[in-house]
C-alpha cells in the first residue's frame, strides 16, 4: 500500500484516543463490571443510528448491565478526568505536520468538546453525532467529518476505536487502523487494514520516520 497517499486522518475519540475504559470502570468500581458496562453502550451507540440523547443511552447501558444509573451517572461529574492513551498526544502532533486531522466522535456536543480539551493538540475538524443528527457507523456521520475536511475517502485514513467503526469507515471506501488497546473480538468479521494495541505504527504508515 501506497504510504503517502493519504491527505487525512480521522480518529475515534472516546476510544480510539482517550482511554475512558479506565474512568468507566472506577466509576462502575471494578473493570469486569466497567468492560460490561463499556461494551453494552457501545453495541447501544452502534445500532440506534438517529441521534438521541447522549448521556441517556450511557444510562440505558448501565442498566441493561445491571449497573445502577444514579452510579453511573457519576461519570459525567468526573467527564474532566478522561485522558488520551500515553502515547496519543506524540503520535497526534507528529501526524499534523503532515496531513489533515479529525475527530468524528459517538458524542454529545458537549462531552465531545471536553473530551477533545484534554489533549494538547489542535484539530483541524471535529463532529460529534449529536451535530450530524446520526451515530456511528451512519454514513452521515463520516460524510460530516470528510465534508468538514474537504476530503474523499480514498483519501483518508480512519483510525477506529472499536469493530463498529472499523466495519463503519469500511463502508464508505476508507482505509482503516483499529486501535484495538484492549483486544475487543472483532464481531463484525469486517476486517481492517491494520490491527494494532498502540498508536505507533501510525507513525511508519503515514511515513513520518
Given at each position: 500500500?501506497?504510504k ?11 476510544t ?19 468492560q460490561?458496562?463499556?461494551s ?20 440505558q ?13 457519576n ?11 500515553p ?34 493538540v ?18 452521515e ?69
Amino acid at each position: 500500500m501506497n504510504k503517502v497517499k493519504y491527505e487525512a486522518v480521522v480518529f475515534d475519540l472516546l476510544t480510539g484516543l482517550i482511554n475512558s475504559w479506565s474512568l468507566w470502570n472506577e466509576i462502575a468500581g471494578s473493570d469486569l463490571t466497567g468492560q460490561k458496562w463499556r461494551s453494552r453502550y457501545l453495541e447501544i451507540t452502534y445500532n440506534t443510528f438517529q441521534y438521541q440523547d447522549y448521556e441517556k443511552l450511557v444510562l440505558q447501558a448501565a442498566r441493561d448491565v445491571g449497573f445502577s444509573e444514579s452510579k453511573a451517572a457519576n461519570l459525567f461529574d468526573e467527564w474532566d478526568r478522561l485522558s488520551p492513551w500515553p502515547e496519543a498526544e506524540e503520535v497526534l502532533n507528529k501526524i499534523r505536520k503532515k496531513y489533515l486531522i479529525g475527530i468524528a466522535t459517538n458524542c454529545s456536543i458537549v462531552r465531545g468538546n471536553k473530551a477533545i480539551n484534554t489533549m494538547n493538540v489542535k484539530f483541524d475538524f471535529s463532529v460529534t453525532a449529536e451535530e450530524a443528527g446520526f451515530y456511528k457507523p451512519h454514513p452521515e456521520m463520516y460524510n460530516s467529518i470528510l465534508n468538514k475536511m474537504n476530503t474523499s475517502p480514498t483519501k483518508t485514513l480512519f483510525v477506529a476505536g472499536s469493530p463498529f467503526d472499523v466495519i463503519g469507515a469500511k463502508s464508505m471506501g476508507m482505509d482503516v487502523y483499529w486501535h484495538n488497546r484492549i483486544g475487543l473480538d472483532n464481531i463484525t468479521k469486517q476486517e481492517p487494514d491494520y490491527n494494532e494495541k498502540t498508536l505507533y505504527k501510525l507513525i511508519e504508515i503515514l511515513n513520518l520516520q
